[in-house]
């Protein structure tokens, strides 16, 4: 049993450098954080539906979609307060800011 679990774990830590050294993690947070940001902008009530989407799911699925992708949902949390909008344009942006930075392909920033 112990020797299948590191497989898996081993696996997927393969998986989850590979996605980030290639770029595609970049794009896919992109991606999330555009359409949070288009979900702002255009209908807040979709930004409400994704957080609700996520709380519906069962308990092992919903941790694995709060581990996958974390500062996604912890910006979902944060809007989803009742913490004043300034404080949550800041949080939220500076996690966006920050998860875009930290999968930013190294190759293309030429180091």
């Given at each position: 049993?112990?020797?299948?679990?590191?497989?898996v774990?081993?696996?997927?830590?393969?998986?989850?450098?590979?996605?980030?050294?290639?770029?595609?993690?970049?794009?896919?947070?992109?991606?999330?954080?555009?359409?949070?940001?288009?979900?702002?902008?255009?209908?807040?009530?979709?930004?409400d539906?994704?957080?609700?989407?996520?709380?519906?799911?069962?308990?092992?699925?919903?941790?694995?979609?709060?581990?996958?992708?974390?500062?996604?949902?912890?910006?979902?949390?944060?809007?989803?307060?009742?913490?004043?909008?300034?404080?949550?344009?800041?949080?939220?942006?500076?996690?966006?800011?920050?998860?875009?930075?930290?999968?930013?392909?190294?190759?293309?920033?030429?180091s």
């Open positions: 049993m112990e020797r299948a679990f590191e497989t774990t081993a696996g997927m830590g393969n998986l989850a450098g590979f996605l980030a050294s290639s770029g595609i993690a970049f794009v896919i947070f992109g991606l999330l954080w555009a359409a949070f940001a288009i979900g702002l902008i255009w209908g807040q009530g979709s930004v539906a994704a957080w609700d989407w996520l709380r519906g799911l069962p308990w092992i699925i919903q941790g694995l979609v709060w581990l996958i992708f974390l500062p996604v949902t912890v910006g979902l949390w944060v809007w989803e307060t009742s913490w004043p909008l300034v404080l949550r344009l800041v949080l939220v942006a500076g996690l966006a800011g920050w998860s875009l930075l930290i999968f930013f392909p190294r190759a293309a920033a030429g």
